[in-house]
């Protein structure tokens, strides 16, 4: 409950922040403003690589004694945040871009960052099961983004631009750096314990050398995951604004926002709260792991198509009332898109059991296979069609990716095949 509050609460900060900057920057500087954010959002995952998920597996699988793997895994963390930051820094300027947009980029380049910090010290703080500490985490990003970008529109109302809302945006980055130094370094020197987790794996590894490319062998699907999960979640919104221009990409947004604050709930109950059981389970209690998983089914289901009737007959009135006249195009994407609700929410439960064991080399093929499917149909069908082709493309991409989730737990050697049938 303290979970499902603090994020409500964050998401709701973080949907009023977006509110404020559609309403008073306007469609087409929104666009530039949210495609930029966008962007450096999908180089995200790169930053890190998945190291943050990745804890939480090898602590589920080895206990404690998974410490070992800290002060090369950090290493490998910050590299890759620093390779993250330079490739959004070179593709601002060698891209065809604006100087106006340039300048976006060049800003909110620090975002990378901060975001990095915020999962590793989540991921610190979700093994603690430290559930008070880690709800303030997560809402001091966006509640410190809010209280910035209304004091900037309050202070020089109409002369704020995006550029404006970007410097924003990296002050808060720059504060969660400063912010996670001290909980990481002491993560890093090994002087915190996690005592849910003092199981060990009974081989001895401590003759076993682990360096970055250790690191790297076992870590890449975790990072290839949340980059090809943005991909075909999130790169609608980057392709619509260089291939139709920036108010459509600002109208999609809108639409693309209101997905995003439902999929609140199902990454709550997986992500944050049983992630960390279910790698523990999937080792050391399969009974618990399969009960979680086809209880979360039925739940996941039955909230999916009752949120999606929700979204689908009030957005009509409620997108106008919050965003202004100038987003009612908007009301059509999220019509199209509400159908990808209820396949999202089953997906999140069938995807969590194939994040644990040795599953995740398999599920990472199948979020690529997809990425690359959405990627491709954006690109035809974005000039034949225009913005509504990115929703029904996106629809039918989340379709496609749930079909594969089941097939993979029936392949897969992992699960019991009787089960399996019966679930599928």
């Excluded at 390779?83 to 340039?102: D, E, K, Q």
């Excluded at 300048?103 to 380049?109: D, T």
């Excluded at 995807?351 to 995740?360: D, I, K, R, S, Y």
Aim: net charge positive; glycine share 6%; charged share 10%.
């Amino acid at each position: 409950m303290m979970l499902c509050f603090g994020t409500l609460f964050s998401s709701g900060l973080a949907f009023l922040t977006q509110v404020i900057i559609a309403r008073n920057l306007g469609p087409e500087q929104y666009g530039d403003f949210s495609s930029a954010l966008t962007l450096v959002s999908l180089l995200v995952p790169l930053a890190g690589f998945g190291v943050s998920q990745w804890w939480l597996k090898q602590f589920g699988k080895e206990g404690n004694f998974a410490q070992r793997f800290i002060p090369v895994s950090m290493r490998f963390a910050c590299f890759t945040t620093v390779l993250a930051t330079m490739f959004v820094v070179i593709w601002a300027l060698v891209g065809p871009h604006s100087n106006t947009y340039r300048n976006i980029l060049y800003i909110i380049s620090l975002y990378i960052a901060g975001q990095s910090v915020v999962e590793l010290v989540s991921s610190r703080l979700q093994l603690e099961e430290a559930y008070f500490k880690l709800t303030f985490w997560q809402a001091l990003p966006h509640f410190s983004r809010l209280a910035l970008v209304f004091l900037y529109f309050y202070l020089f109302a109409g002369t704020v631009e995006a550029s404006t809302v970007a410097m924003a945006f990296s002050a808060v980055a720059l504060v969660l750096i400063v912010s996670s130094f001290y909980p990481l370094c002491q993560l890093y020197l090994g002087k915190v314990s996690f005592h849910k987790y003092e199981i060990v794996n009974i081989l001895d590894h401590t003759s076993k050398k682990v360096g970055m490319r250790e690191v790297f062998l076992d870590v890449y699907p975790f990072g290839l995951a949340g980059i090809f999960h943005l991909l075909y979640f999130q790169s609608d919104i980057v392709l619509i604004k260089y291939l139709i221009g920036s108010e459509a990409a600002g109208i999609y947004n809108v639409a693309f926002m209101i997905i995003t604050v439902v999929m609140i709930l199902p990454s709550i109950i997986y992500q944050r709260y049983l992630l960390p059981k279910m790698h523990r389970w999937a080792n050391h209690d399969q009974k618990a792991f399969n009960k979680v998983y086809k209880s979360g089914n039925y739940l996941m289901l039955g909230l999916g198509v009752f949120i999606m009737i929700i979204v689908l007959f009030s957005s009509p009135f409620f997108v106008p009332l919050i965003f202004g006249s100038s987003y009612e195009q908007s009301v059509l994407l999220i019509s199209v898109l509400s159908f990808s609700i209820p396949v999202l929410f089953l997906a999140s439960s069938v995807g969590a059991t194939l994040v644990t064991q040795e599953n995740m080399k398999i599920k990472v093929k199948v979020m690529g296979s997809v990425a690359i499917i959405n990627v491709i149909l954006n690109i035809v069908f974005l000039p034949l069609y225009g913005v509504v082709s990115a929703a029904v493309v996106t629809t039918f991409c989340n379709c496609v990716l749930l079909f594969s989730y089941f097939c993979v737990r029936f392949y897969s050697k992992t699960f019991p095949k009787k089960d399996t049938i019966n679930e599928v």
